[in-house]
């Protein structure tokens, strides 16, 4: 559901997972609350451009997962890059994610070594 939610694009859906106060490590961005989340992932998705994801389970215990990611996207001027990192998340008792740090790499990549091809819905 995760993966589905952020390749919607849509920030409002994407925010609804987490609690009203979440926290939030994205590479060197700190952020504090849904508003800030939907702020930071609205500037995102218009930078990265034809975004695609993928998500993996790597481990779990109690309130708490950690995935591995990888997601392809363009810049404005046609650069295609993939992005990977890992991704440790923490529950609150009503299922909602309380916390989300990430640790992302980018990597360009040639338009033909693209993995994530499918048609946006």
Known sequence: ?????WNSRDPERVSLAYTP?????NRDVFLNGRAEVVEFLS?????????RLKKTL???TGNRIAVR??????????Q????????????DEHG?????????NDQRINETDR????ERK
């Open 21 to 25: 106060d979440t926290e939030w490590r």
């Open 58 to 60: 790597w481990a779990f």
């Open 69 to 78: 990611f990888e997601y392809e996207w363009h810049d404005d001027a046609g």
């Open 96 to 104: 909602y994610m309380a916390k989300r740090y990430a640790s992302i």
């Open 43 to 51: 500037a995102k998705w218009k930078k990265e451009n034809d975004y």
């Open 1 to 5: 559901m995760a993966e589905d939610a």
């Open 80 to 91: 295609w890059w993939r992005s990977h990192g890992n991704e440790n998340w923490e529950f």
């Open 115 to 118: 993995k994530f091809r499918w």
